[in-house]
């Protein structure tokens, strides 16, 4: 059965091989420069390709820990939709309380006309009204 | 006659009472608006996903074996360079995979803080302007009704405040529902594993590419014997190189004080969910506003 492996696990593989790389290119630093060479070139030329490789799979072991953390993320997110959609609900409410407004308003203004005698007026008001209606 | 007089009185006084009671009972949610005003804002700076995403394809660059054209390479080397070049193909595809997840989890957060910043809104309750003309509408029809016998217009402007008074806490309660639903969730992913992705991942990743630059440019530096000239070349290439390095790891720096502000300031929201307008908070909330215009202003040149 394969060992589980988590995102902090992983974590820990990346900086060991990081600090792998660190130390080997010390002692490349060391030994193999401009002013002395106590390796030969076939030595400083395989403990470079070492340390690519050993700063490559840290890179890979990065990268197994961010999906690892993908997934634990995947529960919350899910639990953060739903309060988004209540929220989202909840603004809708608010925002008909002023549509309700609308209406009283219109329905005010019709009143008006109407009393007031106004065919003109009264034609406007209804419009209103049928669009505080729709809103 | 008198007795008539006295209830108006006292019915008067009752309803000034009640009035007051209510506007007392009023939640000021400026500050809670402003606050997730600037963390939508903030948190839509997602650029640090896409530079996480393109780590492999920049690092294949720096894994040129440039001494090849001088020294025949052994077989272990050949098959080590194999191999990396394999992982970077792997990982290319994988991270692209994980940066569509990135994105919509930052996605999540940004829309809950736009959801919040809405819902705490006042523009969200039009009102005011609506209440205001609804007066002036309810008075012309008093005065064609019943000349001086209508509603008299401190009542509509009593009922009128009332009203808005009503709307006012049921608004605060229902921001207040809704961040106590949040914060849970909300913590687990901006303290949890999407913090430790930002903080230790991204950085780490790029700290890596650092060392991956110095180890490249140092082997060039020392190979095949160049002139000045060409050392002089090598060296302003690998500050190029360090820069752009530094800078993305700048955007990785702000990009986590911005979730950590997000944090605290929500786990602050919860913790004073029942009065949203606490001095201290509203304080502590527009000093985290500051601080997100600063992380934005960093992450807007990045």
Same mark, same amino acid.
């Given at each position: 059965?394969?060992?589980?492996?988590?995102? #902090?696990?992983?974590?820990?593989?990346?900086?060991?091989?990081?600090?792998?790389?660190?130390?080997?290119?010390?002692?490349?630093?060391?030994?193999?420069?401009? #002013?002395?060479?106590?390796?030969?070139?076939?030595?400083?030329?395989?403990?470079?390709?070492? =340390?690519?490789?050993?700063? =490559?799979?840290?890179?890979?072991?990065?990268?197994?820990?961010?999906?690892?953390?993908? #997934?634990?993320?995947?529960?919350?997110?899910?639990?953060?939709?739903?309060?988004?959609?209540?929220?989202?609900?909840?603004?809708?409410?608010?925002?008909?309380?002023?549509?309700?407004?609308? =209406?009283?308003?219109?329905?005010?203004?019709?009143?008006?006309?109407?009393? #007031?005698?106004?065919?003109?007026?009264?034609?406007?008001?209804?419009?209103?009204?049928?669009?505080?209606?729709?809103? | 006659?008198?007795?008539?007089?006295?209830?108006?009185?006292?019915?008067?006084?009752?309803?000034?009472?009640?009035?007051?009671?209510?506007?007392?009972?009023?939640?000021?949610?400026?500050?809670?608006?402003?606050?997730?005003?600037?963390?939508?804002?903030?948190?839509?700076?997602?650029?640090?996903?896409?530079?996480?995403?393109?780590?492999?394809?920049?690092?294949?660059?720096?894994?040129?074996?440039?001494?090849?054209?001088?020294?025949?390479?052994?077989?272990?080397?050949?098959?080590?360079?194999?191999?990396?070049?394999?992982?970077?193909?792997?990982?290319?595809?994988?991270?692209?995979?994980?940066?569509?997840?990135?994105?919509?989890?930052?996605?999540?957060?940004?829309?809950?803080?736009?959801?919040?910043?809405?819902?705490?809104?006042?523009?969200?309750?039009?009102?005011?302007?609506?209440?205001?003309?609804?007066?002036?509408?309810?008075?012309?029809?008093?005065?064609?009704?019943?000349?001086?016998?209508?509603?008299?217009?401190?009542?509509?402007?009593?009922?009128?405040?009332?009203?808005?008074?009503?709307?006012?806490?049921?608004?605060?309660?229902?921001?207040?529902?809704?961040?106590?639903?949040?914060?849970?969730?909300?913590?687990?992913?901006?303290?949890?594993?999407?913090?430790?992705?930002?903080?230790?991942?991204?950085?780490?990743?790029?700290?890596?590419?650092?060392?991956?630059?110095?180890?490249?440019?140092?082997?060039?530096?020392?190979?095949?014997?160049?002139?000045?000239?060409?050392?002089?070349?090598?060296?302003?290439?690998?500050?190029?190189?360090?820069?752009?390095?530094?800078?993305?790891?700048?955007?990785?720096?702000?990009?986590?004080?911005?979730?950590?502000?997000?944090?605290?300031?929500?786990?602050?929201?919860?913790?004073?969910?029942?009065?949203?307008?606490?001095?201290?908070?509203?304080?502590?909330?527009?000093?985290?506003?500051?601080?997100?215009?600063?992380?934005?202003?960093?992450?807007?040149?990045?």
């Amino acid at each position: 059965m394969p060992l589980a492996l988590t995102p #902090d696990d992983a974590r820990t593989v990346a900086d060991a091989l990081r600090a792998a790389e660190h130390s080997v290119k010390h002692y490349m630093d060391e030994n193999y420069n401009q #002013d002395q060479h106590k390796i030969s070139r076939a030595e400083y030329d395989s403990l470079y390709e070492f =340390c690519q490789t050993l700063l =490559c799979l840290s890179n890979d072991a990065t990268t197994a820990a961010v999906g690892l953390s993908l #997934d634990a993320l995947a529960v919350p997110v899910v639990e953060l939709k739903g309060v988004i959609e209540e929220a989202n609900q909840k603004i809708k409410t608010l925002t008909k309380i002023s549509s309700v407004m609308s =209406c009283v308003s219109a329905l005010v203004n019709l009143a008006t006309s109407i009393i #007031d005698r106004n065919p003109g007026a009264i034609v406007t008001s209804v419009n209103k009204l049928r669009h505080a209606i729709r809103a | 006659m008198k007795f008539q007089i006295r209830k108006k009185r006292g019915l008067f006084a009752l309803a000034c009472l009640c009035m007051v009671v209510l506007a007392t009972s009023c939640t000021n949610l400026t500050a809670v608006q402003e606050w997730s005003k600037s963390s939508l804002e903030a948190s839509q700076f997602n650029g640090i996903v896409a530079t996480y995403a393109d780590t492999p394809v920049r690092l294949k660059r720096y894994d040129a074996m440039h001494f090849r054209q001088y020294r025949k390479p052994t077989e272990e080397q050949k098959k080590m360079f194999a191999l990396r070049q394999k992982v970077y193909g792997t990982n290319a595809i994988e991270r692209q995979i994980q940066a569509e997840a990135l994105t919509k989890v930052l996605s999540v957060v940004s829309d809950y803080m736009g959801a919040l910043s809405t819902l705490s809104a006042d523009g969200t309750i039009v009102y005011s302007k609506n209440f205001n003309a609804l007066n002036t509408e309810i008075c012309t029809l008093n005065a064609k009704l019943h000349a001086g016998k209508g509603i008299s217009t401190s009542t509509l402007g009593a009922v009128g405040s009332i009203v808005q008074m009503l709307i006012k806490p049921y608004q605060a309660r229902q921001v207040k529902n809704i961040i106590e639903q949040a914060n849970a969730p909300l913590q687990a992913i901006l303290a949890g594993e999407l913090r430790e992705i930002v903080a230790n991942d991204f950085q780490d990743d790029l700290k890596a590419e650092s060392d991956n630059i110095d180890l490249y440019y140092d082997a060039l530096l020392i190979d095949g014997h160049p002139s000045s000239a060409a050392k002089d070349a090598v060296t302003e290439w690998r500050e190029v190189r360090r820069e752009q390095n530094s800078a993305r790891l700048h955007a990785v720096t702000a990009y986590l004080t911005v979730l950590d502000n997000l944090s605290k300031g929500h786990q602050k929201l919860y913790d004073h969910r029942n009065k949203l307008d606490d001095k201290s908070l509203v304080t502590d909330l527009y000093a985290l506003v500051l601080d997100l215009r600063k992380q934005i202003a960093i992450l807007a040149k990045a």
